[in-house]
Nanobody, 129 residues
Framework: QVQLVESGGGLVQAGGSLRLSCAASGLTVSTYVLGWFRQAPGKEREFVAAISSTGTSVVGGTYDGDSVKGRFTISRDNFKNTASLQIDSLKPEDTAVYYC??????????????????WGQGTQVTVSS
């Protein structure tokens, strides 16, 4: 049974940092891309970052002014079957539930929500101003 478990969320002041972790089990992790999405209250789940087993990563959206780029860093440890998301210079608009998912889609579709086969339960990140 595939299981993804997120951890590391919490309440932090604006300007602070958090490191989220996703522990994967029940699948051949090396064949999957691990990704992070987030969902703020009243909004759709949006792509944050994804990383393959070889370390190829995609961070943020494709539009100018995307606030994720430059502040979010994704990494992966294939031996531990984990993926981490380092978030720096946190802003109140980063407040959301952060979800870990896995996909076998090609890179050009990593930002697509529907391409992800499994999801964790999410971890809450709250940034106070």
């Amino acid at each position: 049974q595939v299981q993804l478990v997120e951890s590391g969320g919490g309440l932090v002041q604006a300007g602070g940092s958090l490191r989220l972790s996703c522990a994967a089990s029940g699948l051949t992790v090396s064949t999957y891309v691990l990704g992070w999405f987030r969902q703020a209250p009243g909004k759709e789940r949006e792509f944050v970052a994804a990383i393959s087993s070889t370390g190829t990563s995609v961070v943020g959206g494709t539009y100018d002014g995307d606030s994720v780029k430059g502040r979010f860093t994704i990494s992966r440890d294939n031996f531990k079957n984990t993926a981490s998301l380092q978030i720096d210079s946190l802003k109140p608009e980063d407040t959301a539930v952060y979800y870990c998912g896995c996909t076998s889609a090609p890179r050009r579709r990593w930002r697509w929500l529907n391409e992800y086969d499994y999801w964790g339960q999410g971890t809450q990140v709250t940034v106070s101003s």
